[in-house]
Structure formats: C-alpha cells, structure tokens
C-alpha cells in the first residue's frame, strides 16, 4: 500500500503544485498542493459547488490550469492535452456513463482496448480473431469478476455493474494513476456497497484518486482524504481524522 511505497523512497505518481483555475473572477480551484503515491486511495469530498469537478478536469487536461503545476511521475504534464496524458498513465471516469448499450461487455472492452492502438483492423474482420486484443479483454474482465458475463449487452447490466464496467474500460490502458468522478453516483446502497468491494479488489499497485459524495463508500474503500471548499483544500488527513473532524461537519452542515 502506499506506506510501504513511500518506505521504499518511490516518488509520487502525481504531485500537484499550487493548482489554480480562474473564469473570470472566479477562482474555482485555488492553490491546490497534492501527492498521490503508488498503491494510494485518496478521496477529494466537499460539498456541491466546491470545484471537484473542475479540479479533476484540469488534472486529466480537459481544462487549462490558470497556474501551477501538475507532475505525473514526476513529468511536467501541465500544458499537454489529455492523450498525452493518458499515454504516460493516467486514466479517468466520468460521472456519466459512456458505454454502448446494445453491445457486449466484452465487445465494449475491445472497443476500449482497441482504441488506444495505433494497429491497421480491417472492418470485416471480428475483434475477436486479434489474439493479443482478445486476450487482454479476458484478463480485465477476469480480475474484475466479469469475464462470465461478457456475452451479455450492457443494456440488460443493472446500473451498478455498468459503472464498474466503465471502470474496466478505465483499465485498458494499463494505467498507473486512475481518477474516479462520483464511480457511486446514482446507486442504490446495496450496488453502492458493491461498488466498494469492486474498487478494493483492483491492482494494489494502481493510484486511486476519487471524487465521491457517498461517503460510506468513501470510508470504506481509501485511506486518505481532501477537503476542498470554494475551490480550496482546507483539510487533509487520514479517513479516521475527516470522519471526527468539527470543520469538516461545519462545511458539511453549514453550522460555522
């Protein structure tokens, strides 16, 4: 896990420095310092309106940053588009998902992995007869407890395993830094329960980054968590230290 990383003297994964986005005169995220080390499941809560969102956009270069920096293994990523980004290791979901419904769970895996190559496919061919394609979709779906369900479409997949199927499609690219936005947004307790074991069970070597306003999923699956308010991180600690933390129930009941 991430304290045996940083025992090791490995560097962190991402390092934010002084993050800022401005619209206007809007700050929406304000000198942001962050590190994500390998193994490390952090969480970014705060109410609606905080800058979550925009944050995370600016980290996987759907934004401009306004200044600062951002560092993915220690490489200055903060000018490069998003496909830059994901080649170096780093992946993303959305809070809405983004799968073809009257396709397979493995067509939709082979998909995702075959977008990210640069390989000559022929049209009439099927994506099946690529051998190394073919095989690397098993072994998502294998780890992820899916590959007995790969011949169902997504559409007949209740909301819950299409969200972590959308996570799956997040692994293809063998990323070292995964960002989550809300992965439990719109599940019942019981899927959202689910999704927390999902989450527990990937590679616990991957960096896990989430945004989530479930917070019993949030407890559950990281370690370490960051308060942002108006755009800023005004507390930061272990899951125990937030949970008791008056400021943080302050932000959250509006009694400060």
Known sequence: MATSNRRRGGGPV????????????????????????????????????????????VITGVLPATSGQALLFGVNITGWPSHRRTALGMARTFQVTSLFPKLTVLDNVLLAITGLRWSKFVMWRPLSSYRDVHEKARRLLESAGYWDRRDVEVRNLSHGERRQVEIVLGLASDPKLLL??????????????????????????????????????????????????FGEVVEEGTTEEIRASERVQEIYLGTG
């Open 14 to 57: 991402l390092e934010l420095k002084g993050l800022c986005k401005c619209f206007g005169g809007l700050n929406a995220v304000q000198a942001v310092d962050l590190k994500i080390f390998p193994g490390d499941r952090k969480a970014i809560i705060g109410p609606n309106g905080a800058g979550k969102t925009t944050l995370f956009n």
């Open 180 to 229: 989550l936005d809300e992965p439990a947004a719109g599940l019942a307790s019981g899927e959202s329960r689910e999704m927390a074991q999902f989450l527990k069970r990937l590679d616990p070597e991957l960096a896990i980054l989430l945004i989530e306003h479930d917070m019993d999923v949030v407890f559950d699956v990281v370690d370490r968590i960051s308060v942002l308010h």
